[in-house]
């Protein structure tokens, strides 16, 4: 630190001594640097007068930022000197808290110590409860109102005579959520085993009606009778996704292959559903002989 002291002594002589020359002073100054340096004989090197002026006075512009700032900003030194005092201050703060932190220990086991004796010094339990209020006791209790239940209305009973009374308090900020109960993870497996063959059923059902419909691997839309919605839209689903393709040609849930056949002369069929009728050209779903 006194290292550090001592250059920004220098460094504001140097300051004070910069701020005093005149704009004549210095222009003959740089014209005097101007005039040795161009004195100086050079080999294979050609300079004029104008390349000295230049570097020569941008050396000055910056020893003049460096020491003394530029408008509306600091020194670059003063900048340094402030950095270098700021991380003086933090080592010598951690030292010394490093320092506190080795001898809290010896120091607590004394303060443990002369309390404990303290306690072994007192002839009562009263006593030794007035003890514990003032060396365990908060400066400010804090006090709750509400409609608080007591066992009796004996304005003489002590604190340790009634029961404990519980409060939970809850932090007053937005971020507070509850923590939620961990539970452990529940075997289902027969419900999933249930579930898992009451579906199968279910499809079963519906591709054994489906296929009630297909007559010599052929499903023609104009020849089905009335059918539920579900069935119209699984036959509709077949349609589309084989007239989205160039070779108009898909596949089933199943695995089974098809494909569109159009009708001839643009024949149109009506398609009876339970919910309602519409008109639809007269396509046949052809499917590949297994």
């Not at 989205?244 to 009506?270: F, M, N, S, V, W």
Request: glycine share 4%.
């Amino acid at each position: 630190r006194s290292f550090v002291k001592s250059l920004q002594l220098n460094a504001t002589n140097i300051e004070q001594l910069l701020s005093k020359l005149s704009k004549e002073q210095i222009q003959m100054i740089l014209e005097r640097l101007t005039e040795y340096e161009f004195s100086i004989p050079r080999i294979d090197v050609e300079v004029t007068k104008e390349q000295l002026w230049d570097k020569i006075h941008g050396r000055w512009r910056s020893i003049e930022n460096w020491f003394l700032g530029t408008a509306g900003a600091g020194s670059e030194a003063g900048k340094v000197f402030d950095t270098t005092n700021e991380i003086i201050r933090r080592i010598t703060r951690y030292a010394t808290r490093i320092s506190e932190q080795n001898h809290s220990g010896a120091n607590r086991r004394e303060e443990y110590a002369k309390i404990a004796r303290l306690f072994w010094d007192c002839k009562t339990i009263e006593e030794a409860h007035r003890l514990s209020a003032v060396v365990f006791g908060i400066e400010k209790p804090l006090h709750l109102k509400g409609d608080i239940k007591r066992d009796t209305e004996s304005i003489n009973s002590g604190v340790y005579e009634e029961p404990p009374a519980m409060f939970t308090v809850v932090p007053r900020v937005r971020t507070y959520r509850e923590k939620s109960e961990r539970k452990g993870i529940i075997d289902r497996t027969k419900e999933k085993e249930q579930m898992r063959r009451e579906n199968l059923k279910k499809l079963k059902r519906q591709q054994e009606l489906l296929d009630s419909y297909v007559k010599g691997n052929r499903l023609e839309f104009a020849t089905l009778p009335e059918i539920e919605p579900y069935v119209r839209d699984t036959f509709l689903m077949w349609l589309s996704k084989a007239l989205e393709r160039k070779e108009q040609k898909a596949k089933t849930e199943d695995g089974r292959t098809y494909y569109i056949e159009k009708p001839q002369h643009d024949q149109r069929c009506l398609l009876k559903c339970s919910d309602g009728t519409f008109e639809m050209p007269a396509y046949t779903i052809v499917f590949h002989e297994e």
